[in-house]
């Protein structure tokens, strides 16, 4: 039977439309994926991503975006690095080592750039509400994301495509300015911790001289600015210095009093709102994360549920005059408490190879054969999609040569399989050097095959049939 209807993650969406985005130099061979897809899901934006995910896993996409999310850890930490050096790089530059500072122009070099970056967040963010538009301005998130995509050792062949399909899916619902927020205000957020403990040490443990000396600056100027700036800490009870220090010559006791200023103006100016912004963030983020969906209404995912529709079987409304049904359940789902139900898969053997083996056959529930037909393979995936929990033994020839098209195959029926083994048949009887299963052996190991388990021989085979059951 059919999966019932999921809610689709971020990856399904991103995977969708970087294959909207591939397949816009031509349309991809995908007469399995589509038939896998339609058996699988009964709703039409399942079988839509149900065919991406299928697709990914064959093209190779879901290994890039295993990259791309490691990527994006490595990103991260190198934009930390860098958003310290803005926030907290220029401010170590200004203090120096023992010399007098001028505590505005310190208060700036810490601020001024994050402060000012986080206004234009904020601005964007009141026009998107404004006017219904989920664009978001350049920002860390952004340059995270297309940095990962293209970081050295981690680039794949589709992790450019990737990045178009995040942009792509972000767009469609509208999130691009809260998700690039949520990681431009964590790394900030993160920079601003590094930047605040870099003060904290250098305060700690050498001598500042910090003043509001000036050469063109009235001291009314600094008046204002420490008055303004001192009414938050002052109003959540910090120690702040007065409106006398501004005029007085510089002493350790006022400098002492700036430093502890300047540390929690850099909590509370720089910090907290990052923190604040970055929990509201993610607060949309999770809220519209529940209704995540394909815009079916794109010409693109209208073709595909076209195509889908005309995969329906036609209904018969009068029961009385329906045909005799010839396309009954080729597997039966296992109950609750079962074994897993055992197939026994001949795959493109040849004529003069005996089949099916009397001593497997009959340790098997079912025994299928593959001649080699696309409708054939399409049937068995299809069956085993509908049949959930079975586990597959798949019969080759150990004369054949291993090629694309069956370790296509045996992926396909390792995704519907709860476990899949494969035996090289060859026949005893001739005793010829065409008959190597161990290069079956070599090929499952050097392959991304190796989840399927290797059968040396009918009696390995035997073995491996017999694990599961009672």
């Known amino acids: 039977m059919p999966a019932s209807p999921s809610a ?55 290994d890039d975006w295993a990259r791309l999310t ?75 994301l297309a940095l990962a995509a293209r970081m050295p050792g981690l680039h794949g062949p589709h992790s450019l495509a990737l990045l178009r399909g995040a942009h792509a899916a972000l767009r469609q619902q509208r999130l691009s300015l809260w998700v690039f927020g949520a990681i431009s205000h964590g790394l900030w957020a993160l920079a601003f911790v590094l930047a605040l403990l870099t003060l904290l040490v250098l305060f700690s443990f050498q001598a500042y001289q910090l003043t509001w000396e000036t050469t063109i600056l009235s001291p009314a100027f600094f008046d204002g600015f420490l008055r303004i700036t001192s009414w938050l800490p002052r109003a959540l009870g910090v120690v702040v210095p007065q409106a006398a220090v501004v005029h007085a010559a510089p002493s350790a006791a006022d400098s002492q009093a700036i430093a502890w200023w300047l540390l929690a103006c850099g909590l509370l100016y720089g910090l907290v709102p990052r923190l604040i912004a970055l ?20 010409p693109y995912f209208r073709q595909l549920a076209t195509r889908f529709a005309s995969m329906a079987k036609a209904s018969v409304v009068d029961a009385e005059h329906a045909p005799p049904s010839d396309h009954a359940p080729l597997f039966h789902p296992r109950t609750p408490g079962q ?10 053997l040849p004529d003069n190879l005996p089949w099916p083996p009397q001593a497997l056959a009959e340790r098997a529930d079912h025994v299928h054969t593959i001649r080699g037909s696309m409708g054939e393979r399409l049937g068995l995936l299809t069956a085993l999609a509908a049949a959930p929990g079975m586990r597959a033994l798949v019969v080759c020839s150990a004369a054949a040569s291993p090629d694309r098209g069956t370790a296509r195959f045996l992926r396909q029926v390792c995704a519907e399989a709860v476990d899949c083994a494969l035996l090289p048949l ?45």
Request: aromatic share 8%.
């Open 8 to 62: 689709p993650t971020f990856r399904d969406l991103t995977l969708a439309h970087t294959l909207r985005l591939l397949e816009e130099a031509g349309a991809l061979d995908d007469a399995s994926e589509m038939a896998l897809a339609h058996a699988r899901s009964r709703d039409e934006q399942g079988r839509l991503l149900e065919r991406a995910r299928l697709l990914a896993r064959r093209l190779g996409l879901l």
């Open 70 to 144: 490691t990527g994006l850890w490595i990103a991260a930490g190198l934009l930390v690095v860098l958003a310290w050096l803005l926030a907290g790089g220029l401010l170590t530059r200004v203090l120096g080592s023992g010399q007098t500072v001028n505590a505005a122009f310190a208060f700036l070099a810490m601020l001024g750039m994050p402060l000012l970056a986080l206004l234009v967040w904020l601005l964007w963010a009141v026009g998107s509400w404004l006017f219904g538009q989920g664009s978001a301005p350049w920002s860390l998130g952004q340059t995270l």
């Open 279 to 298: 929990v509201v963030c993610a607060a949309v983020w999770a809220r519209r994360a529940r209704h995540l969906g394909l815009d079916t209404r794109d």
């Open 339 to 348: 074994t897993p139900p055992t197939v026994l898969i001949g795959f493109e």
């Open 426 to 470: 060859g026949i005893e009887t001739v005793g010829t050097m065409d008959n190597k299963p161990q290069r079956w052996a070599h090929w499952l190991a050097d392959s991304d095959l190796q989840a399927v388990a290797f059968c040396a021989s009918p009696g390995d085979a035997r073995q491996w049939m017999e694990q599961h059951r009672g």
